[in-house]
């Protein structure tokens, strides 16, 4: 089955390492679920909702034909996920860097729709916001629904 997904995790990857110096400074852009020490406070992770005891779903698509068979139209939805953890409770703080973070992801989108794959669009199309606060600190969730269509 072709699809245009691994396309699209990939650009997004790209995207959020090229900007590890600047924009997304002390955040770690993650492909998916990795298994790390790195315990930095601030992550965007492409492909994953950020918990591990969840079901581990990156991406999910729909799709047809189109031109006689000859096409295959798909639409797609992939994860992402903007968090940013503080060892204290300042919960506005941690909420509005988890935004921060989700931002880059909205800015490249807006930039070029495309992300630089021929005939696909893509956009932001859901957020969820969660927020935990335990004995550790606050953590802010921000998952993003990257969704769009593409041909294959």
């Not at 020490?37 to 992550?43: H, M, S």
């Not at 989108?109 to 606060?133: H, M, N, R, V, Y």
């Amino acid at each position: 089955m072709g699809s245009r997904v691994p396309d699209v995790i990939d650009a997004l990857v790209v995207l959020g390492n090229a900007e590890t110096k600047a924009e997304l400074a002390g955040v770690v852009v993650a492909d998916g679920p990795e298994v790390t020490d790195d315990d930095a406070p601030d992550w965007l992770i492409i492909g994953f909702d950020g918990d591990p005891a969840g079901d581990m779903q990156a991406a999910q698509t729909l799709g047809g034909w189109s031109g006689l068979g000859t096409r295959r139209e798909e639409q797609f939805q992939i994860t992402v996920a903007a968090i940013a953890a503080r060892g204290d409770g300042d919960v506005p703080a941690a909420r509005k860097r988890a935004y921060e973070i989700g931002a880059r992801v909205e800015a490249w989108l807006s930039k070029d729709p495309t992300l630089g794959l021929p005939e696909l669009e893509a956009a932001i199309e859901a957020s969820q916001l969660t927020q935990d606060q335990t004995d550790d600190g606050v953590q802010a969730l921000l998952l993003l629904t990257v969704a769009g269509r593409a041909f294959t």
